[in-house]
T-cell receptor
């Protein structure tokens, strides 16, 4: 069975500091991996995705994520956080077959302080 | 191109009342989904549909019914609302064979008192 763990419920960083949000997954085959962001009162927006190929993927808003198969991880990073990055971030693992294809982690809430 | 829209945005119900949440998408997607989001629990799938006239149960289907009479619409019904159904509800859609990501609506915040 597939599952996603986001070990950090809440992270606080200073504006301009670097950010890393952790995501670990469990899946028996090659996973499809996603990061979504949810700004306050908004729906989920796709930040980036990994299907295959280069294990470092670039997304929108200056985010990137690295797929590490040996560690079953897909951590999200940003070199310099902006106040507008304050939001909730969800990692999801997708399976390649079936319509019910996405399984979400419980989310990490990011607070950005001046 | 509005993407995925949901109505209403907010609703307060009393225990035992019924209501229907409407999801509409203009991307001609085959698959549609209803999730609920609760603090500390992420998104959990309620029901989904793989095409007009089809529905299937997700992880937490009890207390909800759905219908997909038209390809672009997916309705979520609560026949007798309970306080445990207080949540934020998200609709999503995707097209098989075109990436695997789902596209989400803005959500409906439902409070049952």
């Amino acid at each position: 069975a597939q599952s996603v763990t986001q070990p950090d419920i809440h992270i606080t960083v200073s504006e301009g500091a670097s950010l890393e949000l952790r995501c670990n997954y469990s899946y028996g085959a090659t996973p499809y991996l996603f990061w979504y962001v949810q700004s306050p009162g908004q729906g989920l927006q796709l930040l980036l995705k990994y299907f295959s190929g280069d294990t470092l993927v670039q997304g929108i808003k200056g985010f990137e994520a690295e797929f590490k198969r040996s560690q079953s991880s897909f951590n999200l990073r940003k070199p310099s956080v902006h106040w507008s990055d304050a939001a909730e971030y969800f990692c999801a693992v997708g399976r390649q077959t079936g319509a019910n294809n996405l399984f979400f982690g419980t989310g990490t809430r990011l607070t950005v302080i001046p | 191109n509005a993407g995925v829209t949901q109505t209403p945005k907010f609703r307060v119900l009393k225990t035992g009342q019924s209501m229907t949440l409407l999801c509409a998408q203009d991307m001609n997607h085959e698959y549609m989904y209803w999730y609920r989001q609760d603090p500390g629990m992420g998104l959990r799938l309620i029901h989904y549909s793989v095409g007009e006239g089809t529905t299937a149960k997700g992880e937490v289907p009890d207390g909800y019914n759905v219908s997909r009479l038209k390809k672009q619409n997916f309705l979520l019904g609560l026949e007798s609302a309970a306080p445990s159904q207080t949540s934020v509800y998200f609709c999503a859609s995707r097209q098989p064979g075109q990436g695997y990501e789902q596209y989400f609506g803005p959500g409906t915040r439902l409070t049952v008192t």
